[in-house]
């Protein structure tokens, strides 16, 4: 069964420092997800991509994250600097795009503490 | 208006007994309403999902109801067992790739 893969699963820091993470979503799947999950919350929508286009990014505090996805597959989400506020666990989901299917299949996120 | 209000923050049931969990929603726009099961250290898998022109769909022990009057939906858990134990997310969005609003979800305990 095709799943959405991200690295790291873990993932420990320095305030200040800058941190990355990789999302490779199901293949064939045209929209990609990130979404922000404080424990003991649902999970917050950051930022999402149709294609290589980003169509959502309002929730993205754009002083300190950046997302990309160039060529349309994989994406990428990092934090320069990390503040200690932006511990939390980072999912990724995608879906395909389609019109009536708006199932989101998520991949197993990556914890991040900032200390 | 962009806010779904999810209840009981947390649930402990019996084995065998009806889990249910309930949602609220604000903005009419929305016309879709999954349902997602997320175990600790894991990423949320979707469970089952409703569009607003059914009040309910079932899937195995997974029943949604929705009351499209009230805004509100609701998740039943039959026969809930002890693999069940998970934290569940109730959701909307406006579909065609807008944007998902999560509740805040429901920590659920099956006791044995």
């Known amino acids: 069964e095709a799943e959405v893969a991200q690295s790291p699963r873990y993932k420990i820091t320095e305030k200040s420092q800058a941190v990355a993470f990789w999302c490779d979503p199901i293949?064939?799947?045209?929209?990609l997800y990130w979404y922000r999950q404080i424990l003991g919350q649902g999970p917050e929508l950051l930022v999402q991509?149709?294609?290589?286009?980003?169509?959502?990014d309002s929730q993205l505090p754009k002083d300190r994250f950046s997302a990309e996805r160039l060529k349309g597959v994989d994406s990428t989400l990092k934090i320069q600097p990390a503040e200690l506020g932006d511990s939390a666990m980072y999912l990724c989901a995608s879906s395909s795009g389609q019109p009536g299917h708006y199932e989101q299949y998520f991949g197993p996120g990556t914890r991040l503490t900032v200390t | 208006q962009q806010q779904v209000k999810q209840s009981p923050q947390s649930l402990i049931v019996q084995k065998g007994g009806i889990s249910i969990i309930n949602c609220a929603y604000e903005n009419t726009a929305f016309d879709y309403f999954p349902w997602y099961q997320q175990f600790p250290g894991k990423g949320p898998a979707l469970l089952i999902a409703i569009r607003p022109d059914v009040s309910e769909k079932k899937e195995g022990r997974f029943t949604i109801s929705f009351n499209k009057s009230a805004k509100q939906f609701s998740l039943h858990i039959m026969d809930s067992q002890p693999g069940d134990s998970a934290t569940y997310f109730c959701a909307a969005s406006k579909g065609g790739g807008f944007k998902t609003i999560f509740g805040a979800g429901t920590r659920l305990f099956v006791k044995a």
């Open positions: 293949s064939g799947h045209a929209t």
């Open positions: 991509f149709q294609d290589e286009s980003v169509v959502d």
